[in-house]
Antibody
Framework: EVQLVQPGAEVKKPGESLKISCKGSGYAFTNFWVAWVRQMPGKGLEWMGI????????RYSPSFQGQVTISADKSINTAYLQLSSLKASDTAVYYCARHVDPEALSSRFDYWGQGTLVTVSS | QSVLTQPPSVSAAPGQKVTISCSGS????????VSWYQQVPGTAPKLLIY???KRPSGIPDRFSGSKSGTSATLVITGLQTGDEADYYCGAWDISLSAGQVFGGGTKLTVL
């Protein structure tokens, strides 16, 4: 069974940093891109970027370029999303998802993590 | 403002049919395949339709997708109360700011 497991929730203060993990299992982790998707409270889905764990090739949405860092450790089947200098406006649910065929005609997300609720508050 | 445009809400009675539209442009829907996702409140999105019309294993045939030009449609027949959720369309955009784009989501209410 394909699974992407994320921590359920994180609480941070403004100015702090956070690295969210996404551990894959049940499939060849290095053979599929992993995406990060943000969902702000009451809002829709926003694609942040992707990483190919085999070689850590990374792409970012222009909206998030320079604001976040995506990385992966293929030895432990885990992808990461790093958020720095957190602001209250970073409060959101962050999902990782297996991204099939990005940059191609058949781009889709076939498996999703359960999401990490990040709350930034003083 | 989302790149893909969906109606904010739709509603119908149990057993009825509902359609959800998704409008884009030649750099996304008009060029690449569309996927659809169901998000029940408080849970992660789930892939419903990919490649415009295909259903992943386990998705009932009450859910179907179609596309014409730069617009796509999700149709749900035989509505059930469990279908009440938010629905999102998505596609890869090949413009200068290339990347995955989504619609703003449509809230389905089963009356």
């Amino acid at each position: 069974e394909v699974q992407l497991v994320q921590p359920g929730a994180e609480v941070k203060k403004p100015g702090e940093s956070l690295k969210i993990s996404c551990k894959g299992s049940g499939y060849a982790f290095t053979n599929f891109w992993v995406a990060w998707v943000r969902q702000m409270p009451g809002k829709g889905l926003e694609w942040m970027g992707i990483i190919y764990p085999a070689d850590s090739d990374t792409r970012y949405s222009p909206s998030f370029q320079g604001q976040v860092t995506i990385s992966a450790d293929k030895s432990i089947n885990t992808a990461y999303l790093q958020l720095s200098s957190l602001k209250a406006s970073d409060t959101a649910v962050y999902y990782c998802a297996r991204h099939v065929d990005p940059e191609a005609l058949s781009s889709r997300f076939d498996y999703w993590g359960q999401g990490t609720l990040v709350t930034v508050s003083s | 403002q989302s790149v893909l445009t969906q109606p904010p809400s739709v509603s119908a009675a149990p057993g009825q049919k509902v359609t959800i539209s998704c409008s884009g442009s030649s750099s996304n829907i008009g060029f690449t395949y569309v996927s659809w996702y169901q998000q029940v409140p408080g849970t992660a999105p789930k892939l419903l339709i990919y490649d415009d019309t295909k259903r992943p294993s386990g998705i009932p045939d009450r859910f179907s997708g179609s596309k014409s030009g730069t617009s796509a449609t999700l149709v749900i027949t035989g509505l059930q109360t469990g279908d009440e959720a938010d629905y999102y369309c998505g596609a890869w955009d090949i413009s200068l700011s290339a990347g995955q784009v989504f619609g703003g989501g449509t809230k389905l209410t089963v009356l």
